[in-house]
Each structure stands twice: as C-alpha cells, then as structure tokens.
C-alpha cells in the first residue's frame, strides 16, 4: 500500500461516524474506508451518514453533482474513474445494487414518517 493511500484511507476515516456498526455491509470505518479507497464501495456506502460521501468523493478524487448523486450516470463513471480504472462490470453491478437499496431505504424511510402523521 502506497503512502498517499494510506493518507486518503486515513481521510476519509476521518469523514464517518466511527460508529463501527457494520451496515454499509463491512466489519467496521476502517474496512470500509480502504474499500472506498481501493474501489470496492462506493463514498455514499456509510448508511449512518451516506452525505459524507461527498466529503469522501473529494478526497478520490470522484466528481458529484450537487443533486441527486444517485441517479447520475456521470457521477457513477467518474467514480470509476477515480477509484479504480480496472473496476469491473460485477463490482459496478454490486455498486448499482447498492444504489438500488439506498432508493429503498429512503423511500421506506418516508413512507415511514408518513405514517407517524
Ligand atoms: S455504516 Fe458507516 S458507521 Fe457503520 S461501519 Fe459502515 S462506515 Fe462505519
């Protein structure tokens, strides 16, 4: 592991909650910041606080647009781009499935607080 990945894994540690829960589908931060840096998650994976990734897309250098991040197919090539230029089609299929549960959280989220209503 080169120097400079190891700040940017330090960095973008620095960004999440450390709260070590293990949702975003890794054993703790840690892990899950040097798969972003490596390019196996993508920076939105932290579902305690998936807005840090754009604090952590920075720091990959991956660009975000100021909406909907999600649903952006140039953010998603950007960061292919950025995180690995040999990122293959299962890990991008893994990163749309990611996507995809992150809709369904949201959406399960407001019909939840439409029923608190
Ligand atoms: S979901 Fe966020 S807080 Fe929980 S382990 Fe993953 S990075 Fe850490």
């Not at 892990?31 to 920075?58: D, L, T």
Request: proline share 5%.
């Amino acid at each position: 592991m080169t120097a400079s990945n190891k700040e940017k894994i330090r960095k973008i540690y620095e960004t999440l909650p450390k709260l070590n829960c293990g949702l975003c589908g890794y054993g703790n931060c840690g892990q899950f910041a040097k798969a972003v840096a490596e390019g196996r998650a993508s920076p939105f994976g932290c579902r305690q606080n998936p807005w840090s990734g754009y604090r952590i897309s920075e720091i990959i250098g991956a660009e975000v647009p100021a909406h909907g991040h999600r649903f952006q197919p140039a953010f998603v090539s950007s960061l292919l781009r950025a995180s690995s230029p040999t990122m293959d089609l299962k890990t991008l299929r893994e990163e749309l499935k990611e996507v995809s549960q992150g809709v369904d959280d949201i959406l399960a989220r407001i019909e939840n607080l439409k029923t608190r209503r």
